[in-house]
């Protein structure tokens, strides 16, 4: 009777355990694979990284004929980070060539924990929005860049966007608060002087 019963618990328990190791095998397997395309997928990028330095952004993104583009990384070598790189660079792309569009689809889709290109991939958002006239969606694009890992080197760059889309939504107020913070936080900065005379106009106009 209690070997019965043990061996009632002892099935699932088994049956649990042995879930629990192919899932974990399954997890290693999966691993091992993404980081062996992860590979292939970055020396395949090679040659459409250099075609985007040199600008010619039609090899860039589609290929020419022998390297693959950076749209054939995307697609052949999905979950890797070449892949995730690469929508980066197609996002970048497509604003100059006013596809505003497919690159903010891109470039949503990048992730990244750096400071710098996390950070450059949503102000390019930004841009795409303010280009279509969505300054609303401009501005908190901006502002996340402009909050993200905050520093002295990009992020005033990032609050000068904000700015001018909120100069541009009619919202001169926050605008000000825009370039206040430019001015209090980053003295230093390329732009404090620029700042300083935007903080002047606005109090002005505004009449503070």
């Not at 043990?6 to 099935?11: A, E, G, H, K, S």
């Not at 970055?42 to 693959?68: I, K, P, R, T």
């Not at 889309?165 to 620029?194: D, M, W």
């Amino acid at each position: 009777m209690m070997d019965t019963r043990v061996q009632q618990y002892q099935r699932p328990l088994y049956f649990a355990i042995l879930l629990v190791i192919v899932g974990i095998g399954s997890t290693l397997l999966f691993k091992n694979y993404q980081h062996r395309q992860n590979i292939i997928a970055q020396n395949a990028m090679f040659q459409a990284a250099y075609y985007f330095e040199e600008e010619q952004f039609e090899q860039a993104l589609h290929g020419d004929g022998v390297w693959m583009g950076m749209l054939d990384i995307i697609h052949k070598y999905p979950w890797t980070a070449a892949a995730n790189l690469a929508h980066f660079y197609a996002g970048a792309m497509y604003i100059h060539r006013q596809a505003y569009e497919e690159a903010i689809q891109h470039l949503k889709q990048f992730k990244a924990k750096d400071f710098l290109l996390q950070a450059r991939a949503w102000a390019l958002i930004g841009d795409a929005y303010a280009e279509q006239q969505a300054y609303k969606k401009a501005i908190t694009y901006y502002l996340k860049a402009a909050n993200y890992k905050p520093n002295k080197n990009f992020t005033p760059a990032y609050l000068t966007k904000a700015a001018l889309a909120h100069e541009a939504n009619a919202t001169p107020q926050s605008a000000l608060k825009c370039y206040q913070r430019i001015v209090e936080e980053f003295p230093t900065a390329s732009q404090y002087g620029e700042a300083c005379k935007h903080v002047a106009r606005l109090t002005a106009v505004l009449g503070d």
